[in-house]
């Protein structure tokens, strides 16, 4: 069964930090570019950050930069997302997806999504 789990959300007070896990089981990553997306009640789906397959290319939304970081490891089959610095606005429900193609942050691009992880910011 072809799955992507999401992990390691919880409830963190501003300035806290999280790693967010994207676990695939039953096919490989290593030809996949992922992609973090998120989505807070009564707001669209928005991009977060993407990596390519190789790990040489990543990019990040504006409202993330500096403060969270993506990376792969493909002999563990698992993407990361580090959040430092969190801010309230950053409470989501945040979600993991692949791409066959280019690492990009348009979701209607991504074919393959996990369940999503809940992460809410409050003091």
């Known amino acids: 069964q072809l799955q992507l789990v999401e992990s390691g959300g919880g409830l963190v007070q501003p300035g806290g930090s999280l790693r967010l896990s994207c676990a695939a089981s039953g096919f490989s990553l290593d030809y996949y570019a992922i992609g973090w997306f998120r989505q807070a009640p009564g707001k669209e789906r928005e991009g977060v950050s993407c990596?390519?397959?190789?790990?040489?290319?990543?990019n990040y939304a504006d409202s993330v930069k500096d403060r969270f970081t993506i990376s792969r490891d493909n002999a563990k089959n698992t993407v990361y997302l580090q959040m430092n610095s969190l801010k309230p606005e950053d409470t989501a429900v945040y979600y993991c997806?692949?791409?066959?193609?280019?690492?990009?942050?348009?979701?209607?691009?991504?074919?393959?999504w996990g369940q999503g992880t809940q992460v809410t910011v409050s003091s």
């Open positions: 990596i390519s397959h190789s790990g040489g290319s990543t």
């Open positions: 997806a692949t791409t066959w193609g280019m690492a990009t942050m348009k979701s209607t691009l991504y074919d393959y």
